[in-house]
């Protein structure tokens, strides 16, 4: 078992927290200009898939600090993750039921919108698994 | 499973800090393992035996809940 995150501090540009947000701004990036411009198509897709390198670093700047977490904290992430899931599940099997069963505004309940919230989906689950550890 | 940590680790004047130092785990993992909330792995159970000078089955002791 590695435990390097205790004992070292991890350097800023190895940090998942610096990617994910620049991820992020990514994202609202690519938004702004798909939304307030009718550009070429060659461009617009350009927009589209500008979060993705970025997302690609966040992903391996992860998955490099999960492996070196303790064994607690690799024990709560999992669960973390396993809680997320399954609310993520009825989250969207949930809008696709109530999709059949009345007519949603696509403005407030288009599937554009749920993934932001898979994200807190994921931080109540580290919340309730850190909980039952301390 | 009941354990000795906190009694070793107080025989020895550490914080729940020192020996997480030691152990190279987080203060949050000894304090789990101290309050019977975590079991370690079974590499981290043999660092602790090695760390106290005791087997682990001195340390931990088995009282049938099977609680992870």
Same mark, same amino acid.
């Not at chain 1, 309940?109 to 932001?116: C, G, K, P």
């Given at each position: 078992m590695s435990a390097k995150s205790v004992a070292t501090p991890t350097p800023l540009l190895s940090h998942p927290l610096l990617w994910v947000g620049a991820w992020f701004v990514a994202w609202i990036g690519a938004r702004a200009v798909l939304e307030s411009s009718s550009g070429p198509t060659w461009a617009r897709i350009a927009a589209a898939l500008a979060p993705v390198p970025l997302a690609a670093v966040a992903l391996l700047t992860i998955v490099r600090g999960a492996r070196e977490l303790d064994e607690l904290e690799k024990r709560i992430q999992l669960e973390a993750l396993a809680i997320a899931f399954v609310l993520a599940v009825l989250l969207i099997m949930t809008l696709g039921l109530m999709e059949l069963a009345v007519t949603l505004n696509r403005d407030d !309940?288009?599937?554009?919108?749920? !993934?932001?919230m898979l994200p807190l989906l994921y931080f109540a689950g580290v919340v309730f698994a850190r909980r039952r550890y301390s | 499973m009941k354990n000795r940590l906190k009694v070793l680790r107080a025989e020895r004047d550490w914080s729940q800090a020192d020996l997480a130092e030691r152990l190279a785990v987080s203060r949050q993992t000894v304090n789990s393992i101290e309050t019977g909330k975590y079991d370690p792995s079974l590499p981290l159970a043999l660092r602790i035996g090695k760390l106290f000078g005791q087997p682990v089955e001195q340390i931990f002791i088995d009282n049938g809940d099977g609680a992870a």
């Open positions: !309940w288009s599937y554009r919108h749920v !993934w932001a | -």
